[in-house]
Structures are given as structure tokens and as C-alpha cells.
């Protein structure tokens, strides 16, 4: 069964950048379909800021458009977020799933902090 693991996450300054990266175990990530970037912040629920079909990626919320990009590598096996721009707002612990989600892909999440 396909496992999803994220990583790449970790403390980083405001107006900083990271790059996050969600790679599939035991199978192709193609096969599980669009493949998004949830976060869960302290307190709030968790939400959908990017996702990516076949195509180009879309992100959601208006807090992160125009700073994150989603984007796949050319053998399709690994679906990355490229973060610049961060803020302290974006700190969360950052999951990938497929769109809409399904239980059986939640993950470990990897952990951002954006701090001075």
C-alpha cells in the first residue's frame, strides 16, 4: 500500500524559505491522483493550501498565493512546496494527502516554525 512522507520541514526566520517535499512508499505517487499540501496550526482546523493534478498546481488560500508554489519533479515521483516569503503566521505542521484527503495517507506532517 502507498505510504505518503513528508519532510523537509523545520525553523526558519521570517522572509525565509523552505522547500517541503512529499514522496510516496510502497508505489507509484502518481497512482494515488492530485496530490495536495494541508496545514494544521495550533488552535485551528487543518486546511488545504495547495494541490496538484496532472497540470499546474493551485493554491487556496490568499495568505499564501503568490509565496507558495506546488509543483512535481519531471519523473512525477516526488510533489514538492516551495515556500518563500514565510511568516510566523505559517507556522503548522504540514501534511500531504490526495485531494479530496483520505484517511489512510495522513502522515507524521513535518513541522514548520517561522521565527526570529
Known amino acids: 500500500q502507498v505510504q505518503l512522507v513528508e519532510s523537509g520541514g523545520g525553523l526558519v526566520q521570517p522572509g525565509g524559505s523552505l522547500r517541503l517535499s512529499c514522496a510516496a512508499s510502497g508505489g507509484s505517487i502518481s497512482s494515488v491522483g492530485a496530490i495536495g499540501w494541508y496545514r494544521q496550526a495550533p488552535g485551528k482546523q487543518r486546511e488545504l493550501v495547495a494541490a496538484i493534478a496532472s497540470g499546474t498546481g493551485i493554491t487556496y488560500p490568499d495568505s499564501v498565493r503568490g509565496r507558495f508554489t506546488i509543483y512535481r519533479d519531471n519523473a512525477k515521483t516526488t510533489v514538492y512546496l516551495q515556500m518563500n516569503s514565510l511568516k510566523p503566521e505559517d507556522t503548522a505542521v504540514y501534511y500531504c494527502?490526495?485531494?479530496?484527503?483520505?484517511?489512510?495517507?495522513w502522515g507524521q506532517g513535518t513541522q514548520v516554525t517561522v521565527s526570529s
Open positions: 494527502n490526495t485531494v479530496p484527503f483520505q484517511d489512510i495517507y
